[in-house]
């Protein structure tokens, strides 16, 4: 359920800023084809130019399709990636200040990372236990095997497993199980934020209800701040605080959670409500707009969206709109700063009567 | 008559460690022109049911036992050559990946005319002629031109599409759609959705549409069959096994789906997870984790039962006189 | 996406694992590997056991007498059942000889399959994972290798060594110069193989939870993916074990192997060519027999561990 996001004004900076974050891969051919075919460079615009704010204990939810950068931005955070441009900064201070490797740790030790395919976040070779005491020993915050593996025991509990689960293999368990170890491994430093690649996006659909409760009740009792990646609008509506609308590799709009269902501003949010399924079956028609996500190496010139904006103009065209205020929503779009876009037909399902 | 009747279907897989019962004695029926869903999680059998249906089940795994009849003419004993035939001129399909689903050596108007000519008498360019207006009416722009290009130089949408082309090619009565827009995004999710509703609607052609999606079942199917552990636990029309589910995983399932403008503080959490096909408990497959379980749910596997709209596989909804109310619990 | 559904729930100990396990229930169903099984077991121990299971030691001088030499094998007319195989021009017994030289040959294939396996998986490793200008170099050292055969590479190295070597250690370095030639001639398999494994494994996502948590390069190839990678390098290695016996005994017959004072397989063959065409078969062919048993077993139990390591014939 989105909380409320009016917050008394907070004392603490915010968990993580991101401002003006870019990151570009050169995907050009090898050069000996480029000579020979006369070729340009190519550049994929993973991620251009992206600012947003997360306060502590808030859920901000970073959605869109594929290819609109969400994945890469989540690396960028945490480190697996580095920028080409732009500025991060955890708790108040550039990440990119850390220079001694003592530092760097302190650092790193603060952040952890879920992935989306159980499969293949957990080391086959590995047990259990090893996998993840993995962090603690590399944080150096325990040292005898037995605080080890009691603090490994105790996450496996809070996890919903049982310690001796700790002696087996991965392929010993399902999908979620493995979820679950998961985020055991990435709780095990003591981490104050945890960014989330779509981790429930491979799982069914009641184990993802499991997760999806544990992590609501984990950010309960340890008092974490989660940055979750999605493509699925539901759970992002469920858990997040505030959502940030990705295209293309830029912010489209940012607000609120209920304020972006209730009403939302940018055309592509709009269409993504759009494409939401009738479960409630109040029989509403869906009127699916056209077009697909254009190939990143070569995006449309000025805003990204116009070839399948029903509201751009030549201005849409040729110049690439910034977030600004509008509606109490962070939106970038001409249209909405011009005041020209309709109000938002979209409305949410109205709550279900009790079944 | 259906269209479709599938009865008393088993299929086993014998392994070195015993034979394995995947689908248990299932019936169903798609009629004419319906939208038949098949959900469920994975394990659940549903994919393995389309691939009974139209004759593509994987050795070791083979049909045990029941009938499937498509037009009242049995097509599960029939010989391959002949299944052959029927499967692109009575029953096409539709799987996951459009990437494999199309050969990435040959245009995509090669496999177009080739499909054509195989199931009709069309010359090369009355084939050609249907292959471009296949590829208009999936929503393919240019069609003309694009009939020259190869799978790969097509984006996802636009080779779902092609693989939809594909599956009409012949005017089959059924389509068998196998999780068609799971590896798609959402908004193509939606377009190749309505598409399909489109198509069918147009061509009267019915479809059993498997996936693990309640929202792609809830915008396209008339009817819904939810699996679990190779049985059916519910059946009925769309709106009602959704909107009031009688079969308690049903309930559970629904409770489980996060939802736009529910606003619950926890979802409903089905305790335990399905059961491995070795251990798959006595009576009904359900009693570890049901919160309605009674005595009798250990011991006899219960049918599909008339509950309210739906017909739900629960002792819960028998009319059976029992004398007294039988108490949850064992 | 579920795992494992046909699974039984897995017994404790490491024994029942194997024992249970599809890999031993397919070595299990086909008896020509049981065999080439125990036939390289019987070699690896007959050569490790030798002075205990060979009836004579054939190259202490004091038990040889020339009054011996050239008798034929024990089930012909003038043989003896002294001299099973019967015996060389020295009076050894060839039976005996067989297994020392079993011995030689195996200690040198062996050492060298160790020493290429280290090399290049070590190579392979850093090509996958680091990528750049380093995968680049690496292997085009490996595909320039490649386009040299074998044999020639390891008498390359064999006679730069010879040169480097002081003559008076020429005979005790020789084994060690043999093995680091068949060695380097037989790295860029592994190299190949690894890397293309490494590169697959770099993507998966536990290694990139590893460098989240600031796990060095280094340690995340040797524990992350290395484990992950030897199972086609071992089939690699034991296909590689036939070869590099091979190899040596081609070395040892065209004179540039071991020394003559720890004659192995091929020096054995040599030496009895030298005696086929005066009638005594013997001293040439049991040897060769045995070198093609022995290398025949090794090859059989690498093709069946590929294919049961294979996880889509499974």
Sequence with gaps: MPKKTTQAPSLHPPMLEVDNLAKYFDVSKPLLARVIERLPRQILKAVDGVSFKIEPGQTFSLVGESGCGKSTVAKLIVGLHKPTRGLIKFDGSDVADAKSSAEIAAMRRRWQMIFQDPYASLNPRWRVRDIIAEPIREFKLAFSKAEIFDRVGALLTQVGLSPVDGEKYPHEFSGGQRQRISIARALSSNPEFLVCDEPTSALDVSVQAQILNLMKDLQKDVGLTYLFISHNLAVVYHLSDMIGVMYLGRLCEVSSAKELFHAPQHPYTRLLLETIPDLEMTGRVREPVGGEVPNPITPPSGCAFHPRCPFANERCKSETPKLTESSGHLVACFGAEEGRLPDAKYTAPKQAAAS | ?330 | MSDNPLGVSRPESLLHRIIDSDIFYSFRQSPVVMLSAIVTAVYFLSAGFAPWVAPYNPFDPATLDLMDAFTPPAWTEEGSTKFLLGTDDQGRDIFSTIIFGSRVSLIVGFSAVIFSMVLGVGLGLLAGYVGGWVDTVIMRMADVQLTIPAILVALMIDGVARILVPVHLRDVMAIYVLILAIGISDWPRYTRVTRGATLVERNKEYVSAARVIGVRPIKIMLRHVLPNVLGPVLVLATIGLALAIITEATLSFLGVGVPPTQPSLGTLIRVGNNFLFSGEWWITLFPSLALVMLVLAVNLLGDWLRDALNPKLR
């Excluded at chain 2, 798609?184 to 509703?197: C, F, G, H, R, T």
């Excluded at chain 2, 409903?268 to 009798?296: A, W, Y």
Aim: charge should be neutral; proline fraction near 6%.
């Design chain 2, 1 to 330: 008559m259906a269209l479709l009747e599938v009865e008393n279907l088993r299929v086993e897989f014998p392994t070195r460690r015993g034979t394995l019962l995947a689908i248990d004695d299932i019936s169903l029926h798609i009629n004419e022109g319906e939208v038949l869903g098949v959900v469920g999680e994975s394990g659940a059998g549903k994919s393995l049911t389309g691939a009974s249906i139209i004759g593509l089940l994987e050795p070791p795994g083979r049909i045990a036992a029941g009938q499937i009849r498509l037009d009242g003419q049995r097509i599960d004993t029939l010989p391959y050559d002949e299944m052959r035939r029927i499967r692109g001129k009575k029953i096409g399909a539709i799987f996951q990946d459009p990437l494999t689903s199309l050969n990435p050596l040959y245009t995509v108007g090669h496999q177009l005319v080739e499909t054509i000519q195989v199931h009709t008498d069309l010359t090369d360019k009355q084939a050609l002629d249907r292959a471009v207006e296949l590829l208009t009416e999936v929503g393919i722009p240019a069609a003309a031109r694009r009939i020259g290009s190869y799978p790969h130089e097509f984006s996802g949408g636009m080779r779902q599409r092609v693989v939809i082309a594909l599956a009409l090619c012949a005017n089959p009565r059924l389509i068998i759609a196998d999780e068609p827009t799971t590896a798609l995004d959402v908004s193509i999710q939606a377009q190749i959705i309505a598409l399909l509703k489109k198509l069918c609607r147009e061509h009267k052609t019915a479809i059993m549409l498997i996936t693990h999606d309640m929202g792609v079942i809830a915008e396209t199917a008339d009817r819904v069959a939810v699996m679990y552990a190779g049985r059916i636990a519910e059946v009925g029309p769309v709106k009602n096994v959704i909107k009031q589910p009688k079969h308690p995983y049903t309930v559970g399932l629904m409770g489980a789906i996060p939802m736009v403008g529910h606003d619950v503080e926890r979802l409903t959490q089905i305790e335990g997870s399905m059961p491995r096909l070795t251990d798959i408990p006595e009576g009904c497959s359900f009693n570890p984790r049901c919160p309605k379980v009674m005595k009798r749910c250990f011991t006899d596997r219960p049918d599909l039962m008339h509950a309210g709209k739906t017909d739900a596989a629960c002792w819960y909804y028998t009319k059976e006189k029992t004398g007294s109310k039988e108490k949850a619990g064992a």
